[in-house]
Every structure is written in C-alpha cells, then in structure tokens.
C-alpha cells in the first residue's frame, strides 16, 4: 500500500455523521478541504483499489453496520463554503442547503427558497436531485465542478442526468463546487417565504428525531392511483410499526425513526416489512429513495 495522502483516518465512526445514527465505521476517513487535497485523497484510493463514498450531512444515509471497507470523504474548509458573485452564488459541495438557503435570502437573491427544509449539503443535493414545493433545482442550478481521481471538470445540469431523486453521478465523483444563478428580490419578502415554508414542514413532518427522511420513493406504479410512499405505507398499516430500536414515525410513515439504539439492521427489517406489506396491499414495489453505504444484506422477503 502506498503512504496514503496526509491526514486519513483509520477506523472512523460514521454513525455521528448521519441523521439517523446507525452503522459502523469506514476503513479510511479524510475531510478534504480544497480541491487538491480532495483529488489527491481520490487518486490515492483509485491506485489502492478502495471505492469511494461521500458523506454530505448524512441526511438521506443508511451506513452498514458493518461499516465501509473504503475511503470515506467529507468535504470540509473551501469546499465547505460560499460565496457570492452578484446574482450568483457558489457553494462548496460541503455547505449545508438550509444555510445556502437563509444566506441567500440576506443577500437579496431568490430561487433557493426550496432549500430550507432539505438539511442536505449543495453536493448532496445535486447527487440526489432534491427537490421540495415544486422548486426544481435543475431550474437554478448553473454548473457543478465535479472531481475525480483524473481531475476536476464543471459539469452542467443537461450533463447530469436529472430524474427523480437521481443523477448520473457515479461512485468517485464528488461535487466539489456548485454554483446557483439567482434573481434579485427583495430580503424581507424571500424570509417571509422561508419562514412559512419552514411553517408548512413543521405542521407536516416530525421533528427533533433521527431519521433520513423519506425512505422509499414515491412510486410512479398506477397501481399507486397517485398516492404518495408514505400514504401507501400508512394505508398498509405501517405508521408507528417497530423493529428493534426503529420504528415508522407516528406522524409520517414514510420517515423511520432510530427512536432507541437502532442499528442499520432494525430499519432494513422495517423497510422490508413496510415494502411486503404495501406490496401485499396494493401490488405496488417501493423503491428505497435512501442511500446506502457499505455492503448490507437484505432481509428474507425483500425480493417480493
Ligand atoms: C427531516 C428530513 C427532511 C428531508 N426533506 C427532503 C425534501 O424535502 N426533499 C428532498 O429531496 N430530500 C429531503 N430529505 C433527504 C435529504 O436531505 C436529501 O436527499 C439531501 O439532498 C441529501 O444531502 P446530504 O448532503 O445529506 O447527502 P447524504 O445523505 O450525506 O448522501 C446522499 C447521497 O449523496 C452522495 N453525496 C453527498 N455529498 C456528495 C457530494 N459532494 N458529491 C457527490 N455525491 C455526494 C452520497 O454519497 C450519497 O450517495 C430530507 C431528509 C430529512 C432527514
């Protein structure tokens, strides 16, 4: 093995860095914090053979329990930041989506509004598409600058394959920068959105719990008759269903929640219990909208 790039963990716990808490630790650990450092970390990890896996805030991440035999990456330092270049903004794909949202809002800069209540990082939010109240990122979204072990190139959004909840974006790609083209509005009214929006998802979602947030997508199946995963979860009886330390939420069947000592292993169980279960009901496959890091196994009776 050759002398790995300056700064790399050994055997780091990754359960803190998701919103869930479960899972064990990754093999190798780096918070880059610019660009060179974050090519060098991935080219080291191509010429060892190790796959890469990026952590944004962790907010849409099922890690294995029995950790991540590779290089796992947080972005840190430049790639954590922001800045503004008049109606511009540009992210590092590290900078929370919440707070890109609020400091947009101070500077007098409309379209990021959606991003008040996805507490992803701008990198997380390209990878995933994520998307609320119709506001489409694809819409505002000007360039990414996406790295890998070759280098670093700007990507635009026609390049990246958006569909919901997806983008092209392969294992080994990191979106290191992303840059927002926005309309000069004035602050007072932009806040007022934030603050109903922030509003609306407060009377809808639980808060103050750990959880990814939407576990299965919401299905295109007609079967579904335009019914959302979690209406279809909950019409299956789902809501408040519990499997060691994880249960389907009280009030949003769609979100599990680690409501005591759950490991990655409790909420597999759970979310092949709730897919059996709506697949019984209405016919309908739930796909995970859920990222999962390291190798898992699926319980019997995943496969319908
Ligand atoms: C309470 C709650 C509410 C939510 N509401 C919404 C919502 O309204 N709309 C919505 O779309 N989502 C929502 N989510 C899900 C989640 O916040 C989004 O999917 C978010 O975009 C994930 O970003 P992240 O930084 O947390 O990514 P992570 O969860 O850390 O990672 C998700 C995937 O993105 C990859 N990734 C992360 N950063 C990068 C990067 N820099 N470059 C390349 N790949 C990267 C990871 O490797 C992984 O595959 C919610 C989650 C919670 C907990």
Redesign the pocket.
């Given at each position: 093995m050759s002398a790995p790039p300056e700064g790399l963990k050994r055997d780091f716990p990754l359960a803190r860095l998701?919103?869930v808490r479960t899972g064990g630790a990754a093999d190798w650990f780096a918070r880059p914090d610019n660009e060179e450092h974050l090519i060098a970390a991935l080219r080291w990890a191509d010429e060892e053979g190790l796959p890469v896996?990026?952590?944004?805030?962790?907010?849409?991440?099922l890690v294995a329990d029995d950790g991540f035999h590779g290089l796992a990456l947080k972005?840190d330092g430049d790639l954590a930041g922001i800045e503004r270049e008049g109606d511009r903004v540009i992210c590092g794909?590290?900078y929370r989506?919440p707070s890109a949202a609020a400091k947009s809002a101070n500077w007098g800069l409309s379209g990021l509004e959606f991003g008040v209540?996805?507490?992803?990082?701008a990198?997380?939010?390209?990878?995933?598409n994520?998307?609320?109240y119709g506001g489409q990122l694809a819409r505002v979204l000007e360039w990414v600058e996406v790295c890998t072990a070759a280098g670093s190139e700007r990507r635009t959004p026609d390049q990246l394959g958006f569909t919901y909840?997806h983008s092209n974006?392969r294992e080994g790609?990191?979106?290191?920068r992303a840059s927002f083209g926005l309309e000069p509005a004035d602050p007072g009214e932009i806040k007022a959105t934030l603050a109903s929006m922030r509003d609306r998802r407060r009377e809808a979602?639980p808060s103050g719990i750990k959880?990814?947030?939407?576990t299965f997508k919401n299905p295109e199946d007609e079967r579904a008759e335009g019914r959302s995963a979690g209406q279809l979860l909950e019409a299956a009886g789902c809501r408040g269903l519990r499997h060691g330390g994880a249960r389907f939420s009280e009030k949003h069947a769609n979100?599990v929640e680690n409501y005591r000592g759950a490991t990655t292993a409790d909420v597999l169980e759970l979310m092949a219990e709730g897919r059996r279960r709506v697949h019984e009901r209405f016919g309908v496959e739930l796909e995970p909208e859920v990222?999962i890091?390291g190798k898992v196994s699926w319980p019997d009776g995943w496969e319908l």
């Open positions: 998701t919103t896996g990026v952590i944004g805030s962790g907010s849409n991440l972005l794909g590290g989506f209540n996805i507490p992803g990082t990198g997380g939010a390209v990878r995933m994520a998307n609320a909840r974006l790609e990191v979106v290191a979602q959880t990814f947030g939407s979100f990222q890091l």
